[in-house]
T-cell receptor, first 112, second 110 residues
Framework: GEDVEQSLFLSVREGDSSVINCTYT??????LYWYKQEPGAGLQLLTY?????DMKQDQRLTVLLNKKDKHLSLRIADTQTGDSAIYFCAESIGGGYQKVTFGTGTKLQVIP | DTAVSQTPKYLVTQMGNDKSIKCEQNLGHDTMYWYKQDSKKFLKIMFS???????INETVPNRFSPKSPDKAHLNLHINSLELGDSAVYFC?????????FGPGTRLTVL
């Protein structure tokens, strides 16, 4: 299966950490991604992780991958109002051309 | 600017009309895509082209016809537009594993 699921909404206070969670069903995923979509804009790649890794850190972003549970999370440290957006988890299955399947998106609201 | 660009940004039209959306990328990528995002923000792949050849076609009605005149362009033509076609259509390109998206075309069918 190719289902990628996320909770729909998350609200945090400015300065707190945000954790956005994602579950996927296809165990043959090779790459997992986090994209950010601001209102009226396209999707912007934030970070990605190869399936043989369990963690990746990039400045305020930390990605954790639990391959056994097929669970991916994105932690944003010191969340700012500019982080308010919809965050999409996505997976791709390797072997040839990329077919990337997106999650349902999590709307992050940052309260000043 | 190196980017994926789409035109038009907004498209409002009547049911039954035929319309086209254009996409261009100057990133030198071999693969281009069309995605549809519905009102609930759900994003679903429609088509993918690699070096002008169709490689993914995801159960999209025949009224949708992609055309890739060269590997930097992927256009989407839609015949006999229906109310349910209203959505935001995103073009994307990739070289390897990373997708780069255009700004989207918001299509409204009245």
């Amino acid at each position: 299966g190719e289902d990628v699921e996320q909770s729909l909404f998350l609200s945090v206070r400015e300065g707190d950490s945000s954790v956005i969670n994602c579950t996927y069903t296809d165990s043959s995923s090779t790459y997992l991604y986090w994209y950010k979509q601001e209102p009226g804009a396209g999707l912007q790649l934030l970070t990605y992780i190869f399936s043989n890794m369990d963690m990746k850190q990039d400045q305020r972003l930390t990605v954790l991958l639990n391959k056994k549970d097929k669970h991916l999370s994105l932690r944003i440290a010191d969340t700012q109002t500019g982080d308010s957006a919809i965050y999409f988890c996505a997976e791709s299955i390797g072997g040839g051309y990329q077919k990337v399947t997106f999650g349902t998106g999590t709307k992050l609201q940052v309260i000043p | 600017d190196t980017a994926v660009s789409q035109t038009p940004k907004y498209l409002v039209t009547q049911m039954g009309n035929d319309k086209s959306i254009k996409c261009e990328q100057n990133l030198g990528h071999d693969t281009m895509y069309w995605y549809k995002q519905d009102s609930k923000k759900f994003l679903k792949i429609m088509f993918s082209y690699n070096n002008k050849e169709l490689i993914i076609n995801e159960t999209v009605p025949n009224r949708f016809s992609p055309k890739s005149p060269d590997k930097a362009h992927l256009n989407l033509h839609i015949n006999s537009l229906e109310l349910g076609d209203s959505a935001v259509y995103f073009c994307a390109s990739s070289q390897g594993t990373l997708l780069f998206f255009g700004p989207g075309t918001r299509l409204t069918v009245l």
